[in-house]
């Protein structure tokens, strides 16, 4: 059974990242978890240089759950409205964490994640400004968690004066999402 990871960067419960998670998580085959990284137990990395000679971290809190699930999952979401030109402060602080998938394949030489995935970036922008960057620390994000297929981003920018979800655009360009995360390799 296929299994699908979605960050929801996003402190808004019913903003435009949250109407995109709940439009793709029902398409999508398999089971799915979405980890709200605005309320969840995860602290920050604080590079206290644990994970340079262990396999993950001296924290022990609800990253070991989303861990384990990297382990499994076939796709990784990362859903995000765009601050300053990037992914929100609160998703950057849980993706410190992965920084034990960097050390063990630097320090310890080792593959730290067998499974690879498909990845996925979808942006959420209220003015019109570029999100290339945000797209880019999250496809760094996703090549970290063993993300091999990335797909083109998905935007949506002004939403401050149109909501995405009223865009003519709005379910095509999600579709184009389930259906890469749906089909088979």
């Not at 796709?75 to 601050?83: D, E, K, Q």
């Not at 630097?106 to 003015?127: C, D, H, M, Q, W």
């Amino acid at each position: 059974m296929k299994k699908t990871l979605i960050f929801n960067g996003s402190p808004r419960l019913r903003g435009d990242t949250v109407s995109i998670i709940n439009t793709i998580a029902p398409k999508l085959e398999g089971e799915y978890k979405i980890v709200n990284c605005c309320n969840c137990k995860v602290a920050p990395c604080i590079d206290c240089r644990y994970c340079w000679e262990n396999e993950g971290c001296a924290f022990i809190d609800g990253m070991q759950s989303i861990y384990n699930y990297i382990q499994d999952c076939d796709n990784i979401l990362i859903a995000s409205p765009v601050y300053f030109s990037e992914l929100t402060g609160q998703l950057l602080s849980l993706g410190s964490r992965l920084q034990t998938y960097t050390c063990a394949r630097y320090f310890r030489n080792e593959i730290p994640i067998e499974k690879t995935k498909k990845g996925a970036v979808v942006l959420v922008s209220g003015g019109d400004a570029s999100n290339e960057r945000a797209y880019d620390t999250g496809c760094v994000l996703l090549h970290t968690m063993n993300c091999e297929d990335i797909h083109p981003l998905i935007e949506f920018n002004n939403t401050n004066s149109i909501r995405a979800t009223e865009r003519a655009n709005f379910d095509t360009e999600l579709e184009r999402i389930v259906n890469f995360f749906n089909v088979e390799d």
